[in-house]
Structure formats: structure tokens, C-alpha cells
């Protein structure tokens, strides 16, 4: 049981820290789009990149 609980800690730990890789924010859609777009991205950023796509 101790086990189970130290992989998913070590998990959160390597994934969601919630800093935007473009602007080094910190945020909580950070997390959001991690999840639906893979990106590490906040939502101001991936709006910017949605109307610039480079
Ligand atoms: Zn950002």
C-alpha cells in the first residue's frame, strides 16, 4: 500500500509543477492544457500561439 502511494507522489512530482514554458508563469491552466494539449502552456500562450501558429 505504502508502495502505490510513492509512485503516484513521484508522478505528480516529474508532471505538474504548473510553470508555463513560454512566459515562466506560473498558472493553473498550465495544468489544464499539459493535459489536453501536451503542452506545458498557459492559456494566455496558447492563445497567442493559436493566432500565430509558427
Ligand atoms: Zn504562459
Not at 504548473?18 to 492563445?47: A, F, G, H, P, R
Amino acid at each position: 500500500m505504502k508502495n502505490d502511494d510513492q509512485i503516484v507522489i513521484d508522478k505528480d512530482k516529474e508532471k505538474i509543477d504548473n510553470i508555463c514554458e513560454e512566459c515562466k508563469n506560473e498558472d493553473e491552466t498550465v495544468k489544464q492544457n499539459l493535459i489536453m494539449y501536451s503542452y506545458k502552456i498557459c492559456n494566455s500562450c496558447n492563445i497567442s500561439k493559436r493566432i500565430f501558429p509558427i
